[in-house]
T-cell receptor
């Protein structure tokens, strides 16, 4: 049973436009959400996160939006650059109970930004 | 230094071989992790070490044996593996036990691509 779902395996956008990557989750215990970026032959890199007490977190060109009632989050990249081309993993964790080391990952979305 | 290093990058081993994967970090993190990632799948947690002690074993077969010699190093000893164990093995590290620090914000190494023949 997949608790974190990224339903789009791939996304292609033009340089300078907005990239929107989506993620849905089913476990209502999740209260912290993270996005990781992965280039080929490298490990995932932590990009941005959001706590469930917020609905938006922004860091430069990257903004994550959280809709708790819909159990949905999205990552917006504006403007998109060719160097953003990578696989993006959505991940979730539960803060309480001492288990917040445990990341539940989605399957990832391959973003391609075309020059 | 926010780097986690892993050696070797690639490893091919037979089912009767014994080999080891190595991981190192110098960020002062007191938690280190081993993950397994198969093609087109997300990483799956295998082991967690906190303060050099094994905290979590996610029901991993005994042919995988982790070791944490000190706070900067993490090894994964491999013995009698099966072809289905072929995968990318990722090491990660994070803070643990510090107020305000999150264990889920983990720094990953580039991985070791393991092929079992």
């Amino acid at each position: 049973d997949q608790q974190v779902k990224q339903n789009s395996p791939s996304l292609s956008v033009q340089e300078g436009r907005i990239s929107i990557l989506n993620c849905d989750y089913t476990n209502s215990m999740f209260d912290y959400f993270l996005w990781y970026k992965k280039y080929p032959a490298e490990g995932p890199t932590f990009l941005i996160s959001i706590s469930s007490i917020k609905d938006k977190n922004e860091d430069g060109r990257f903004t994550v939006f959280l809709n708790k009632s819909a159990k949905h989050l999205s990552l917006h990249i504006v403007p998109s650059q060719p160097g953003d081309s990578a696989v993006y993993f959505c991940a979730a964790s539960v803060t309480g109970g001492g288990s917040n080391y445990k990341l539940t990952f989605g399957k990832g979305t391959l973003l391609t930004v075309n020059p | 230094d926010t780097e986690v290093t892993q050696t070797p990058k690639h490893l091919v081993m037979g089912m009767t071989n014994k080999k080891s994967l190595k991981c190192e970090q110098h960020m002062g993190h007191r938690a280190m992790y081993w993950y397994k990632q198969k093609a087109k799948k997300p990483p799956e947690l295998m082991f967690v070490y906190s303060y050099e002690k094994l905290s979590i074993n996610e029901s991993v077969p005994s042919r995988f044996s982790p070791e944490c010699p000190n706070s900067s190093l993490l090894n994964l000893h491999l013995h009698a593996l099966q072809p289905e164990d072929s995968a990318l093995y990722l090491c990660a590290s994070s803070q643990w036990g510090l107020a305000g620090a999150r264990r889920d914000e983990q720094y990953f190494g580039p991985g070791t691509r393991l092929t079992v023949t």
